[in-house]
């Protein structure tokens, strides 16, 4: 039965001319932020398709396409045009409405993705990591706290890594928060470089809005704002 309803609400968002953006994504995903932060530094109106585990197995059982050329989660549909991958959607959303800003100035803009991508890897790492503990698993020291550190120089005194808000921010905030959430013992060593580069981000009007909403689903991903 919940194969079929999924299966249904996918059509739907087929067959249906929405003013809106689609994103699908798992429900509670930390992971799924980097891309509804963009959205909502650009004001731009969307709607989501929540997959619970269930559905998203249903989704891969039956290989729903929805126009899709390569189904999987996340996804955008917009109009008659679709994509899937995060950062393929967050480049979508970049130049959508105009926020190349985001990107970087000139060559800096191959340094912004060194830290985007650089977070992207750390926040899979602290993820693992933080299912492990109870094995008795920890990594911390070999593989998350040296990438930490190294966050820490670039950063600097900086309101951000490259003074304006770019992308790399996002992933920062929320690899860095996850890290924050989940080993708030080994955090405290960076608390005074970090935390007020929260604070500057969580203050951004948008960005504050949307953290205070019941979009982001705190206590279930952890996301203790």
Known sequence: MGCQNSTNQLKRYQIQKRPELVIGYLEFSPRGLAVRYVLELAHQPYIEARYSSLSFNCYRQNKIEIGLDFPNLPYL???????????????????????????????????????????????SIIYQESKQIEEGSN????????????????????????????????????????????????????????????????????IKKFNQSNKLFKQRVNFKL
């Open 77 to 123: 549909i917009d109009g008659d045009f679709s994509i899937t991958e995060s950062q393929n959607i967050e480049n979508y959303l970049i130049e959508l409405k105009n926020q190349q800003s985001l990107y970087g100035e000139g060559k800096q803009k191959y340094r912004v993705d060194n830290i985007r991508f650089l977070c992207d890897h750390l926040f």
């Open 139 to 206: 990594n911390l020291n070999s593989q998350v706290i040296p990438k930490i550190q190294q966050l820490k120089k670039a950063l600097g005194n900086k309101t951000f890594f490259f003074n304006k808000l770019t992308i790399a921010d996002i992933y920062a905030y929320i690899a860095l928060k996850y890290f924050q959430i989940n080993f708030s013992n080994a955090y405290n060593e960076f608390a005074s470089s970090f935390d007020p580069f929260f604070r500057r981000f969580e203050q951004i009007p948008s």
